[in-house]
């Protein structure tokens, strides 16, 4: 596979760097934005670099709108502390200091060692608990209903979803 082709691409009045990269398994032109403000062209099996240009030229005023929801989203903190926000059932929840060395978390009351600590790991441990018990109640209703057997439900973390014994490229 080529090289990655980078341009420039002028989006309002920022100049945007353009990688144009060939994917023999694209079916149609993609353009995204990366969080890196990137933006990445994906050529078809018989496309152009020249109808790749065109294409995003055309969508331009996208990239620019996508550039204003990149800007309007929070930003991802490497440590979560007391008084950052996060997303929780779809709507922002800020981590408060709770009495008696807890968290408080939206609604959720989580016990930690140190409040001062990254309380990443806690609450993520305390969300796959809530996850793992509503999430079983949920799909065994769901199952009732579409008269459908579940044998069991897991709650993992997708960064590790990769399967041993599977060559990846």
Same mark, same amino acid.
């Given at each position: 596979?080529?090289?990655?082709?980078?341009?420039?691409l002028q989006a309002g009045s920022r100049s945007v760097p353009l990688v144009m990269v060939q994917n023999p398994?694209?079916?149609?032109?993609?353009?995204?934005?990366?969080?890196?403000?990137?933006?990445?062209?994906?050529?078809?099996?018989?496309?152009?670099i020249s109808v790749a240009r065109d294409f995003a030229s055309r969508n331009v005023r996208w990239l620019e709108?996508?550039?204003?929801?990149?800007?309007?989203?929070?930003?991802?903190?490497?440590?979560?502390?007391?008084?950052?926000?996060?997303?929780?059932?779809?709507?922002?929840?800020?981590?408060?200091?709770?009495?008696?060395?807890?968290?408080?978390?939206?609604?959720?009351?989580?016990?930690?060692?140190?409040?001062?600590?990254?309380?990443?790991?806690?609450?993520?441990?305390?969300?796959?608990k809530l996850a793992s018990q509503e999430l079983s109640h949920r799909v065994t209703e769901l199952a009732a209903?579409?008269?459908?057997?579940?044998?069991? +439900?897991? +709650?993992?973390?997708?960064?590790?979803?990769?399967?041993?014994?599977?060559?990846?490229?």
């Amino acid at each position: 596979m080529p090289e990655p082709k980078t341009e420039a691409l002028q989006a309002g009045s920022r100049s945007v760097p353009l990688v144009m990269v060939q994917n023999p398994r694209a079916r149609r032109y993609l353009l995204r934005l990366r969080s890196d403000g990137v933006a990445r062209v994906t050529i078809p099996r018989r496309g152009t670099i020249s109808v790749a240009r065109d294409f995003a030229s055309r969508n331009v005023r996208w990239l620019e709108r996508q550039f204003q929801l990149l800007a309007d989203q929070p930003k991802n903190t490497a440590e979560w502390k007391v008084g950052i926000e996060i997303y929780f059932r779809g709507e922002l929840a800020r981590i408060e200091m709770g009495a008696n060395g807890s968290i408080l978390f939206g609604t959720e009351l989580i016990m930690v060692s140190d409040a001062s600590a990254d309380l990443k790991p806690a609450i993520q441990k305390h969300l796959r608990k809530l996850a793992s018990q509503e999430l079983s109640h949920r799909v065994t209703e769901l199952a009732a209903l579409h008269d459908v057997n579940v044998s069991r +439900v897991s +709650v993992r973390n997708q960064k590790s979803r990769c399967c041993k014994g599977i060559a990846h490229k």
